[in-house]
């Protein structure tokens, strides 16, 4: 990267900048540029100019893209140091810019420690405001599905009561696939490079002090993630939560179809979590309620099936999202596994192909993990979708306010309540052991604890 | 006839659970790999017992905070690897949640699962002693092995035994129910 008569190659200099700290400390890679600055001095001129631009270049766009405080905080005091002595006498005006971007972008981290990167990329600001029905882009977004009286009956979210609406149903599955695409897409496009290669090779060490400190520094991941969990729990209560069997169709009916509205969206990742959610133990046990269902919507449910099929390693998925043209938002989870799947399946080093004896590191490694890093970020791009301020807040309400969603065990009983089992014998005993585990509770309905 | 064979890998996160099945797919690792790529890298084909088999294997890690996804994992697996390392006490704690989630699930309590503890190699950094492995596994009513990816310690044999388990199970030979196990369980919290 800092050679004098070679052309820059920016895919190696992406991979390396983003992979760097799994093979090296920001430290001792900024004491090796420091070095070969200084080491130029017995070259000739001809060299030197070019190679001490490209290590300013380098520090330049490592302090302005790919900046990750925790660990590269531990060269701040030598940048700034080395900008005002050695790069000063050499290159004045250079020093002054490197100067300015570390001043604006590193100083404001060193009174506030929170382990977060400065390097938001300017797409994820830009999605945020995207949405908004004031914004350039509204006026080229499909108008939302709702009517006057939905949006009056779902205001009271706004303000944190509860909304009038009856049923889920009420709103347009066209729009509430929407309005759930918006909600993902906007901590999508805020999941930034460094979460992501933390969370894939975070797993290879151990510890659960590790784990901790983990979670911390994915923040955008997570979100991901806990979204996903409690739209599936969402949906699960929903269909739960409805004591009539017809009604209880409906509702099948309804989220087969958001699934639908959701592929047609190419919104994978809530897909994903819808599909889990129809496809559960605890919903698809429902046999009388799915009976109801007309041969159309099972139909539909197979075509979401097979677009979520994890098959041959999710072939049939990988096939679509690799020809998809964004607006998409692809299944986050499997960035996670392919993530892992490089790190573990590929050596940290290779033998040197002249000398075997000699070790190098495997760049291959980090090349592909940085390729699956820029396959996510080829969809951080916003849809060209207009919010509905109430049903945001309605959707975060019924997401954040789920009272079973994460417990799994707690749905399958109201499950069991609402279509009891066939009184199969062989499946008395599973249930001794969900209730082995919390027979603190009073209830015991179905004398599970024999 | 190659049978077909179902496996589902699960555990907390970073307990070596992509290593455990990679190195049983793929014998060597000199080949450089892409997950796009290797649809095959989660299937092996084994002789066991002299029967020939083909394990499919699914692998769920990076996954493990989408917990509602797991459901359907294992209503899809015949038989399950929990994972845990035997450098990580917490990974050792959770691993009865994952029995319980199965037994849910599969609504049976009989269903084939072997309680794996991986990274012995890490002899010095060792949390988990292999008695309480092995006293878990009992009270759960799962087979047990100690493992590493790294050595290729156990590495088949973790496998092998799931595979077993469900031949017995066909065979109608199903594992010991667990509700005596729970009973003893409670006693065994009693003294």
């Known amino acids: ?450 | 006839m190659v049978q077909t064979v179902k496996l589902v890998v699960l555990g907390d996160g970073g307990v070596g659970k992509t290593a455990l099945t990679l190195r049983l797919a793929l014998n060597y690792f000199g080949a450089s790999l892409a997950p796009s790529r290797c649809e095959d890298s989660y299937r092996k084909h084994a002789i066991i017992d002299g029967q020939p088999y083909m394990l499919e294997i699914l692998d769920t890690a990076g996954q493990e905070e989408y917990t509602a996804l797991r459901d359907q994992w294992i209503r899809e697996g015949e038989g399950f690897l929990i994972v845990y390392s035997t450098t990580s006490r917490a990974s050792f704690d959770r691993v009865e949640r994952f029995r319980h989630q199965v037994a849910r699930v599969k609504d049976s309590d009989s269903v084939p699962v072997v309680l794996v503890g991986n990274k012995i190699d890490r002899v010095h950094e060792r949390e988990v002693e292999t008695r309480h492995g092995e006293e878990l596994a009992k009270r759960l009513g799962c087979a047990f092995i100690e493992t590493s990816a790294k050595t290729r310690v156990n590495l088949e044999e973790a496998y092998f035994m799931a595979v077993r388990m469900i031949e017995a199970r066909k065979g109608g030979t199903a594992a010991k129910p667990v509700r005596q196990k729970t009973k003893k369980q409670r006693k065994c919290s009693i003294l």
């Not at chain 1, 004491?31 to 001809?46: G, I, P, S």
């Not at chain 1, 991941?221 to 209560?237: A, D, N, Q």
């Open chain 1, 1 to 450: 990267m800092t050679l004098h008569d070679t052309t820059i190659d920016a895919a190696f200099s992406n991979t390396f900048l983003l992979c760097f700290r799994m093979f090296t400390t920001p430290l001792d890679l900024a004491n090796l540029l420091w070095a070969r600055f200084d080491l130029l001095k017995q070259w000739t001129a001809q060299k030197l100019t070019p190679v001490r631009l490209r290590i300013f270049n380098l520090f330049k766009t490592w302090v302005e893209s790919y900046w990750q405080h925790h660990p590269d905080g531990e060269i701040v005091d030598g940048l700034l140091e080395w900008c005002a002595g050695r790069l000063k006498a050499a290159m004045p005006s250079a020093s002054t810019r490197l100067a300015d971007l570390a001043g604006k972008t590193l100083v404001p981290f060193s009174s506030l420690t929170t382990g977060s990167s400065s390097s938001s990329s300017s797409s994820s600001s830009a999605a945020i405001d995207a949405y908004s029905p004031s914004s350039a882009a509204a006026s080229s977004a499909p108008p939302p599905v709702v009517t006057k009286s939905l949006v009056a009956n779902l205001r009271p979210a706004l303000s944190g009561r509860r909304s009038l609406l009856s049923s889920v149903t009420e709103i347009d599955a066209l729009e509430l696939a929407r309005q759930l695409t918006i909600m993902e897409s906007r901590v999508y496009c805020s999941i930034r490079a460094d979460e992501l290669l933390g969370a894939g090779n975070g797993g290879a060490s151990s510890g659960s002090a590790k784990h901790v400190s983990e979670s911390m520094r994915t923040p955008n991941v997570r979100k991901m993630s806990s979204l996903s969990t409690r739209l599936t729990g969402w949906i699960t209560e929903v269909i739960l939560g409805e004591q009539d069997q017809k009604r209880r169709t409906g509702l099948l009916k309804y989220f087969i179809k958001l699934g639908e509205r959701l592929l047609h969206l190419a919104n994978y990742n809530a897909l994903f979590a819808v599909f889990t959610a129809l496809n559960s133990s605890t919903i698809s046990r429902l046999r009388k309620t799915w009976d109801g269902l007309a041969p159309k919507y099972r139909s539909t449910f197979e075509t979401l099936r097979k677009a979520t099929d994890h098959g041959r390693n999710y072939a049939e998925y990988r096939q679509k999202v690799r020809q998809a043209v964004p607006p998409c938002l692809p299944f986050v989870g499997l960035f996670l596994t392919d993530l892992i799947f490089v790190f573990e399946g590929n050596r940290a080093e290779r033998p040197s192909p002249a000398d075997s004896s000699l070790l190098l590191i495997n760049f291959d490694r980090y090349h592909k993990m940085a390729r699956i890093v820029g396959e996510l970020q080829r969809f951080q791009s916003p849809y060209s979708l207009v919010e509905v301020p109430e049903m945001q807040a309605y959707l975060s309400q019924e997401l954040e306010g789920l009272k079973r969603g994460q417990d799994a065990q707690s749905l399958y009983r109201q499950s069991l309540m609402i279509e009891p089992r066939q009184g199969g014998p062989a499946s008395s005993s599973a249930a001794s052991i969900i209730s082995s585990q919390d027979s603190h509770r009073p209830r015991d309905i179905f004398n599970w604890r024999g």
